[in-house]
């Protein structure tokens, strides 16, 4: 039986309070109770729809990764280049400006410092790395094949890029004021097509 339309914006709503509460308190304080105050809702009503926390979280990654495929799409506008592409997404990711969350990257830094103590939020964000990197693989082999280059380099790639955001989220939620503004998001572009420009070329 499918799930009432009422019942999606509800979970939505608490899955948004959530985010909310987890970029402003961390995962452990982000309690049900705290969370249905952020919603404007009773616990029970929490408890309605998400069986626990645990729960919350999943779909709580869920909507970041929706967020970003959204503001990747965003700023593609339906170009096909690969280049482009690549640039889009890593400014989908970095980028200041319209469409940027700084609560959406307040979450995810909460979720990543989760991730090394609690095995459950391990596997939960390790999902979610592997995806991203899934995504940044195809990306970079576009823009490789383009230049008829060796893709064996793709994944390295990825992961180094995939580091250097994790870092500018870190650094964005914890030291802002000494970081130059808006910095990420080229620096990212610049890194990797220096990669790509270096890998040998196809004989």
């Not at 608490?14 to 616990?43: C, D, F, S, W």
């Not at 400006?97 to 909460?110: I, K, T, Y």
């Not at 500018?168 to 000494?178: E, H, I, P």
Request: proline share 4%.
């Amino acid at each position: 039986m499918p799930r009432r339309p009422n019942t999606d914006q509800r979970r939505a709503q608490i899955v948004a309070a959530a985010l909310e509460v987890i970029g402003r308190l961390g995962y452990e304080k982000a309690t049900v109770q705290a969370i249905a105050k952020e919603a404007g809702l009773a616990p029970g009503l929490i408890h309605y729809h998400f069986s626990n926390k645990q729960e919350i979280l999943v779909s709580l990654v869920g909507s970041i990764a929706e967020y970003a495929r959204t503001r990747f799409e965003q700023i593609l506008g339906g170009t096909l280049d690969a280049d482009e592409r690549l640039h889009a997404y890593l400014k989908a990711r970095l980028a200041l400006g319209a469409g940027a969350s700084p609560s959406m990257v307040a979450a995810w830094v909460v979720i990543g410092a989760e991730a090394i103590r609690q095995p459950e939020v391990r596997k939960i964000y390790q999902r979610a790395i592997a995806a991203e990197l899934d995504v940044l693989d195809g990306l970079i082999a576009d823009c490789l094949v383009k230049r008829k280059r060796d893709t064996r380099q793709v994944r390295p790639l990825s992961a180094a890029l995939v580091a250097m955001m994790a870092g500018a989220f870190q650094l964005s939620s914890a030291a802002a004021k000494v970081m130059p503004v808006g910095y990420a998001a080229q620096a990212a572009i610049d890194f990797a097509m220096a990669g790509i420009k270096a890998a040998p070329r196809l004989s």
